[in-house]
């Protein structure tokens, strides 16, 4: 999950100097608009919550979200725009089962780790989104959207649409889709000229691998209680 990240990097390396990306990032930060601070700043919190395992995650996550679906169709982002509402239906359904509680009113729904049989199924879900979304975002590219960067902008949907539907669910591997995520949507946030947005993903990263270690934690800790009870 890391070529294509990692060419695209590449691209703006190769046609870029230094100097030339850090003018673009100044001149990218002076036009950051009020509703883009809003929405990075909803998204960090958002992500702290997740990490914490606090339903909060989703009323904060759901300001963000909404607000980078307007943001992404306006910079023809189309792929990270329908993400964006993808995340907004998932977060109401992430939202229901995460409040769900049984007769002691504890939740029903703990972190844990996937089976064998939910890595080829989430690794299936990825490549057909990923077809899907290219495919769909070549011909809008031709027809509609000449900005678009098709191969770049499947990847962070399918990766970021797999993560979601893990993170409804509390799995540990919803971080390692949303660390490819991030890293595949800063280069590509600021090509768009979303600077803030670039360095937002970059914090989300970083806030990504302390989520995935708390998980692992949190699941660990789960699985050896529960073996605790059957002993």
Do not use: C
């Amino acid at each position: 999950m890391s070529f294509m990240p990692a060419l695209l990097l590449t691209t703006i390396v190769s046609e870029l100097t230094i100097a030339e990306v850090w003018a673009q990032f100044i001149t990218g930060m002076q036009q950051t608009t009020a509703l883009e601070y809003i929405a990075v700043v909803a998204g960090i919190v958002s992500v702290w919550y997740s990490r914490k395992e606090d339903i909060l995650v989703y009323p904060i996550g759901l300001i963000s979200t909404v607000i980078y679906v307007y943001l992404s169709f306006k910079y023809h982002l189309i792929g990270e725009a329908s993400v964006n509402l993808y995340y907004s239906i998932l977060s109401i359904y992430g939202w229901y089962l995460w409040a769900r509680r049984n007769q002691e009113h504890q939740p029903v729904l703990h972190i844990s780790f996937s089976s064998p049989k939910m890595w080829v199924w989430q690794l299936v879900f990825f490549a057909v989104l990923y077809a899907l979304i290219y495919f769909l975002l070549v011909y809008l590219k031709d027809a509609f959207y000449p900005g678009v960067i098709p191969w770049g902008d499947a990847f962070a949907s399918a990766t970021a649409y797999t993560g979601m539907w893990l993170m409804a669910r509390k799995k540990v591997e919803s971080w390692y889709w949303w660390i490819a995520t991030n890293v595949a949507s800063i280069p590509l946030y600021f090509i768009k000229g979303l600077v803030f947005t670039s360095v937002f993903y970059f914090i989300l990263l970083v806030m990504a691998f302390w989520g995935l270690s708390e998980w692992q934690r949190r699941a660990r800790s789960a699985t050896a209680q529960q073996a605790k009870q059957k002993a």
